[in-house]
């Protein structure tokens, strides 16, 4: 099943509103990765974190690794039109080859 | 976007037929992936390649069937068609070194009637 949990799963937002999702993960992360997906696109990388809580910064995003390194967050701060789409984390399992995807937020925003 | 395509971009097929969709990539990436991905479920993945003739399975890798004859192509088969699989279905590379970072192609929507 599932090894990566993402919520919330639904977040609708005025705009100039902040928004955060959180990923957990039942076993832990050699990393975590982050992905954007517009409606009717592709994912698009956004970063990837290593290190045991470890936090970078990308504009008016700010991602968070877990000193576990089984959860993750995103935070917008102060949101646009144009972060509308669904964001995706997604962790390689130590020791696998294959990444797991949480299921993603889907983020709307109202101007 | 690491020059991938997929081909077909959409199809519609009925259930019991073969239907095959192609990834093809121009940067010689020696790891490629197929996830299908279905609302609620995010990305789920079903094969995935490190090497030509080299490939193992996905955690949804029931129904599906994969070869990689060609560095640069990767094939995913359904043998036999079921409604279940209407999904739309990603490729993705691997690039080396130390990122992970996977890069998706554009998709295929399948949809079996």
């Known amino acids: 099943g599932q090894q990566v949990m993402q919520i919330p799963q639904y977040q609708h937002v005025q705009e100039g509103e902040d928004f955060t999702t959180y990923c957990n993960s039942s076993?832990?992360?050699?990393?975590i990765q982050w992905y954007k997906q517009r409606p009717g696109g592709h994912p698009v990388f956004l970063i990837q974190?290593?290190?045991?809580?470890e936090v970078k910064k990308q504009k008016r995003l700010t991602f968070q690794f877990g000193e576990a390194k089984k959860n993750s967050s995103l935070h917008i701060t102060a949101t646009q039109t144009t972060d509308v789409g669904t964001y995706f984390c997604a962790g390689y399992i130590t020791g696998n080859n294959d990444m797991r995807f949480g299921a993603g937020t889907r983020l709307t925003v109202k101007p | 976007d690491a020059g991938i395509t997929q081909s077909p971009r959409h199809k519609v097929t009925e259930t019991g037929t073969p239907v095959t969709l192609r990834c093809h990539q121009t940067e010689n990436h020696r790891y490629m992936y197929w996830y299908r991905q279905d609302p609620g479920h995010g990305l789920r993945l079903i094969h995935y390649s490190y090497g030509v003739k080299d490939t193992d399975k996905g955690e949804v890798s029931d129904g599906y069937s994969v070869s990689r004859s060609k560095t640069e192509d990767f094939l995913l088969t359904l043998e036999s068609a079921t409604s279940s699989q209407t999904s739309v279905y990603f490729c993705a590379i691997r690039t080396p070194g130390g990122t992970d970072t996977q890069y998706f192609g554009p998709g295929t929507r399948l949809t079996v009637l």
């Open positions: 974190l290593v290190k045991s809580g």
């Open positions: 076993t832990t992360l050699s990393n």
